[in-house]
């Protein structure tokens, strides 16, 4: 018999509203943790008088975990020029998970009462508190150290993420007995750069979304369709995707994209003004659902993002049959099946690559397949079973009464 633990995931108050990525994975481990354990979202807020209140958030349809929320169907179809025409009217409606989709529980002024076996801070950035969390074992969870290697890199300095994830970075090493990445890449970089002891540094093996426990088999039957994951950032190589498309736009029969904007208006204008492909759909606020069948429907994900602390789009394309064009970096290129292709950063050889991609025969099925066999939730599980009862209880016999926000 499974012995049973009780579980908090510590979220972010409005964690349904923000970080697709981040909420999709949150989701994929509460719905595996939660097969054999009673399993809670917790989060916190500080009145203006300083005091703490601490509460459970109860999803109240299954749809808000394994759909990507209450997420809609809006798609804004046409011409280049057409779609960003009707994006500047349609934007401003649009509606992500809100805070509506889940019930709220009142704990109390702190967690000592409920006595958690295990408590996982879900990110670095929300952390505002300094004394560990009252539980007999803590995690953190590590999705990249991009913010932190930015400030030293590039003009565009992201100060004030990177300060937040330095805060919960520093709080892990003092306060967790185990840090959990989501991939070997971001383990080694949490570890390299904040100087944490390998043996509390742990990677978990690539997880896809909930939403991809059942997917229908792969057809070979596909149009020349390419696909955009969530490309409005310019880390994803925003820039660069335009000319990438252009010269390999009498191939491409259908543009779709789907993901919200975090560029500025202005970039997201000139994408469009800048593309030249002539059918293009948008889904801003895709379900998993359109976006299982867009991946489905197309032949190519064209994926040059600069850094990623594992890639999602590229397991969800696979695991939909759907080739991949992606950069050759770490972590992306470990996640690449049979029929992938690397960016070169030079548009004219990328898009006669892409021209190719889509316009040759493909065993989708086998790619599918593949993906399949090569990314299992049960191995997933497994290995984080393995982290939170192996992990060294080095704060669990410390008194709790000291837990607070920082002011």
């Given at each position: 018999m499974v012995d049973q633990k009780r579980i908090a995931f510590i979220v972010e108050p409005f964690f349904m509203c923000h970080h697709v990525g981040v909420r999709n994975y949150i989701y994929s481990l509460y719905t595996l943790l939660a097969r054999d354990n009673q399993v809670d979202?917790?989060?916190?807020?500080?009145?203006?008088?300083?005091?703490?209140?601490?509460?459970?958030?109860?999803?109240?349809?299954?749809?808000?975990?394994?759909?990507?929320?209450?997420?809609?169907?809006?798609?804004?179809?046409?011409?280049?020029?057409?779609?960003?025409?009707?994006?500047?009217?349609?934007?401003?409606?649009?509606?992500?998970?809100?805070?509506?989709?889940?019930?709220?529980?009142?704990?109390?002024?702190?967690?000592?009462?409920?006595?958690?076996?295990?408590?996982?801070?879900?990110?670095?950035?929300?952390?505002?508190?300094?004394?560990?969390?009252?539980?007999?074992?803590?995690?953190?969870?590590?999705?990249?150290?991009?913010?932190?290697?930015?400030?030293?890199?590039?003009?565009?300095?992201?100060?004030?993420?990177?300060?937040?994830?330095?805060?919960?970075?520093?709080?892990?090493?003092?306060?967790?007995?185990?840090?959990?990445?989501?991939?070997?890449?971001?383990?080694?970089?949490?570890?390299?750069?904040?100087?944490?002891?390998?043996?509390?540094?742990?990677?978990?093996?690539?997880?896809?979304?909930?939403?991809?426990c059942e997917v229908s088999g792969a057809s070979n039957a596909r149009a020349n369709q390419v696909i955009l994951a969530s490309p409005f950032d310019r880390r994803k190589g925003l820039a660069l995707m335009p000319a990438i498309l252009n010269e390999a736009k009498n191939s491409i029969h259908q543009l779709s994209i789907y993901g919200g904007i975090r560029c500025s208006r202005r970039e997201l204008a000139q994408f469009f003004k800048d593309l030249t492909v002539k059918n293009v759909e948008w889904y801003p606020n895709a379900t998993a659902g359109v976006v299982k069948q867009l991946f489905s429907a197309s032949k190519v994900l064209l994926f040059p993002s600069f850094d990623e602390g594992l890639g999602l789009p590229i397991l969800e394309s696979q695991f939909c049959g759907c080739r991949t064009l992606v950069r050759n970096k770490l972590p992306m290129n470990e996640l690449v099946g049979m029929g992938h292709s690397f960016v070169t950063d030079d548009p004219k050889l990328d898009g006669k690559l892409l021209s190719q991609m889509v316009s040759e025969p493909f065993d989708h099925q086998e790619l599918q397949n593949w993906a399949v066999s090569k990314f299992s939730y049960e191995g997933v599980l497994n290995k984080l079973n393995g982290i939170i009862s192996n992990c060294q209880e080095t704060q669990a016999a410390v008194p709790h009464r000291a837990f607070g926000l920082v002011g």
């Open positions: 979202f917790v989060s916190y807020y500080r009145t203006a008088a300083g005091r703490e209140h601490w509460y459970r958030l109860y999803p109240k349809r299954e749809s808000t975990i394994s759909g990507n929320g209450q997420a809609d169907d809006t798609v804004i179809r046409g011409t280049p020029r057409q779609v960003a025409k009707q994006a500047k009217r349609q934007l401003k409606a649009l509606r992500s998970t809100t805070p509506d989709d889940f019930y709220y529980s009142h704990i109390g002024s702190n967690l000592e009462i409920e006595d958690y076996d295990v408590a996982i801070v879900t990110n670095p950035w929300l952390v505002s508190f300094d004394k560990r969390i009252p539980c007999k074992k803590l995690l953190g969870m590590v999705y990249d150290t991009v913010p932190n290697e930015y400030v030293l890199s590039r003009d565009d300095k992201p100060f004030a993420f990177a300060s937040q994830h330095q805060k919960g970075f520093e709080y892990y090493k003092e306060h967790c007995d185990a840090l959990v990445a989501i991939s070997g890449k971001a383990a080694n970089d949490v570890q390299s750069l904040f100087k944490i002891d390998s043996a509390r540094v742990h990677s978990l093996p690539p997880v896809l979304p909930p939403a991809y």
